[in-house]
Structures are given as structure tokens and as C-alpha cells.
């Protein structure tokens, strides 16, 4: 039995005879292989509860044996993990699209481009805090274009709620923030 095949009789086994199960598999690797970019888990279930294709429990339970059958692969990403389709993933969505609802595929393949855009945009604008000491946070706060880092700053402060507050006001209001500092940087100053 070669490597394909093997693979293949896991992800039918290991689904069972659920139609449904089948389903919501093939749509969580559809979606993954047409965003065409490694996303995080936290995006993937964003997408997959607004658009009401199965439960959160469902998704982490399909997600996790996907990987487990190595038809998802993970990469880390500074402090998060990325998942994109794996080549048996490739393969068994090449053999079993079929067995997506038309409608749902349709529904994917209208909006990708603004998936596609939306999640591109969450990655290059990034925001988090540390805890430095007990009085300490650092705020991280990034801007990219492509895979280019535009701006970067680390800021430390007293308060969590501080820190909190900056990392909000900079995921909300990147383009301004961003516009302010290089104005006040590029001002002639006497």
C-alpha cells in the first residue's frame, strides 16, 4: 500500500461512515488550500464560525485529526502556529471535492479574495504584550508590507491596562498611529 493510499484509508477510517463528518473535513481543508497562505487557528475559526460551516468543537476536533493524519502542516510563526494544506491534503481534496456541498464551495470561491486580503492584512499589523517584571510590560507593536517590516516598536510601561490600551489602539488605528510618528520624526525641528 503506498504513502497515498495509506493516507487516504485514514482519513476515510477515521472519519467513519458520517457523511457529514466527511463533509466538514474536506470543507476545513478546501478553505485552508484556497486561502493559499499559512493561517492561524484563531483566523481559520474566525472564517469557519462566521460563515456557520460547523460548531468551534467540531472544527478544533477536525482540525486536530487533520494534523494528526498529516493532511494539515504547522508552522510556527514567532509566538503562533500557522497551518497550511499538506500534499496528502492536496491529493485527498483533488480526489473527494466532489463530496463538497456545491453551494458551500461556491461560497468559499466567491469571497476567497477578500478572505485572502482580510487575512493578509491581520498578519502584517500585529500588536501583543509581556509581562517585563510586576510594574513592567512591553508592548510590541508591528506594521508590514508583504515581507517587510515598515515600522516596529517596543514600548515599555507601568500598567497592564496600559499596555492593553496601546496594543488596541494600534491593531484599531495602525494607519493613523503610523502617519503621526513619522510626521512627528520628519518635522523640521530648530
Request: with cysteine; hydrophobic share 40%; glycine share 4%.
Given at each position: 500500500?503506498?504513502?497515498?493510499?495509506?493516507?487516504?484509508?485514514?482519513?476515510?477510517?477515521?472519519?467513519?461512515?458520517?457523511?457529514?463528518?466527511?463533509?466538514?473535513k474536506l470543507i476545513l481543508l478546501y478553505l485552508?488550500?484556497?486561502?493559499?497562505?499559512?493561517?492561524?487557528?484563531?483566523q481559520i475559526t474566525k472564517l469557519i464560525l462566521?460563515?456557520?460551516?460547523?460548531?468551534?468543537?467540531?472544527?478544533?476536533?477536525?482540525?486536530?485529526?487533520?494534523?494528526?493524519?498529516?493532511?494539515?502542516?504547522?508552522?510556527?510563526?514567532?509566538?503562533?502556529?500557522?497551518?497550511?494544506?499538506?500534499?496528502?491534503?492536496k491529493q485527498s481534496l483533488e480526489y473527494f471535492?466532489?463530496?463538497?456541498?456545491?453551494?458551500?464551495?461556491?461560497?468559499?470561491?466567491?469571497?476567497?479574495?477578500?478572505?485572502?486580503?482580510?487575512?493578509?492584512?491581520?498578519?502584517?499589523?500585529?500588536?501583543?504584550?509581556?509581562?517585563?517584571?510586576?510594574?513592567?510590560?512591553?508592548?510590541?507593536?508591528?506594521?508590514?508590507?508583504?515581507?517587510?517590516?515598515?515600522?516596529?516598536?517596543?514600548?515599555?510601561?507601568?500598567?497592564?491596562?496600559?499596555?492593553?490600551?496601546?496594543?488596541?489602539?494600534?491593531?484599531?488605528?495602525?494607519?493613523?498611529?503610523?502617519?503621526?510618528?513619522?510626521?512627528?520624526?520628519?518635522?523640521?525641528?530648530?
Amino acid at each position: 500500500m503506498d504513502e497515498f493510499t495509506r493516507k487516504e484509508g485514514f482519513f476515510m477510517n477515521s472519519l467513519g461512515s458520517n457523511k457529514e463528518v466527511v463533509e466538514n473535513k474536506l470543507i476545513l481543508l478546501y478553505l485552508i488550500d484556497k486561502i493559499n497562505v499559512p493561517v492561524s487557528n484563531m483566523q481559520i475559526t474566525k472564517l469557519i464560525l462566521e460563515n456557520k460551516f460547523m460548531n468551534y468543537f467540531l472544527l478544533q476536533q477536525f482540525l486536530n485529526e487533520l494534523l494528526e493524519g498529516k493532511f494539515l502542516d504547522e508552522e510556527a510563526s514567532g509566538d503562533k502556529i500557522l497551518y497550511k494544506t499538506a500534499q496528502a491534503g492536496k491529493q485527498s481534496l483533488e480526489y473527494f471535492k466532489g463530496m463538497i456541498p456545491s453551494g458551500i464551495k461556491k461560497r468559499i470561491d466567491n469571497s476567497i479574495s477578500a478572505i485572502q486580503k482580510k487575512i493578509k492584512n491581520e498578519t502584517l499589523i500585529t500588536a501583543d504584550f509581556m509581562p517585563e517584571s510586576e510594574n513592567e510590560f512591553i508592548a510590541c507593536c508591528k506594521v508590514g508590507e508583504d515581507n517587510f517590516t515598515l515600522m516596529e516598536i517596543k514600548v515599555t510601561v507601568g500598567t497592564r491596562n496600559d499596555a492593553r490600551a496601546i496594543c488596541s489602539n494600534w491593531k484599531n488605528h495602525t494607519q493613523n498611529i503610523y502617519a503621526e510618528i513619522i510626521d512627528i520624526l520628519t518635522r523640521k525641528r530648530e
